[in-house]
Every structure is written in structure tokens, then in C-alpha cells.
């Protein structure tokens, strides 16, 4: 199996999005991780011609910003 560049941009987005999300309680920056990584899996998801998925990984890249400046603005988790 041979991996291209494009699928190896998806595989990597997916990767990061995964890993910031276990790390996610440790800092709101994590959850700003997540959701710059949506946001990859979601250019992936145009370009690979999956548009349903990145469609969905704009909205949750939405959704993470959204926590993000929330959890900034009320300041660290106890």
C-alpha cells in the first residue's frame, strides 16, 4: 500500500485532532488544536471529494473554536 500525499495530509489531520482531544482537559489549547485540525480534516475532506465529511469537520471546527474562546474567557479549569 502506497500512501499519496493527499492521503497522508488526512491521516496526519485525523492524527492530531485525535491526539488533542485525549489531551483536551490539560489546557483550552488543546481544544484550539482540535479545532485547527478540523478544519485540515475538513480541506481534506474537499479535496479528497468527500464533501459530506468536510462539511462536517467545518462544523465542528465551529464548534471547538466556539469551547475555545469560551474557556479563555472564563480562564483555566479547575
Keep these: 500500500m502506497r500512501l499519496d500525499a ?4 488526512g491521516v496526519v489531520s485525523v492524527t492530531l485532532m ?22 485540515a480534516a475538513s480541506v481534506y475532506g474537499f ?4 464533501w459530506p465529511f468536510g462539511v462536517l469537520e467545518f462544523i465542528w471546527a ?13 480562564g483555566p479549569r479547575p
Design 6 to 9: 493527499l492521503t497522508l495530509f
Design 18 to 39: 485525535v491526539g488533542c482531544y485525549a489531551l483536551e482537559r490539560r489546557s483550552p489549547w488543546f481544544t484550539f488544536g482540535i479545532a485547527c485540525a478540523c478544519v
Design 47 to 50: 479535496l479528497a471529494g468527500t
Design 62 to 74: 465551529i464548534i471547538a473554536y466556539s469551547r475555545w474562546w469560551g474557556d479563555l474567557k472564563r
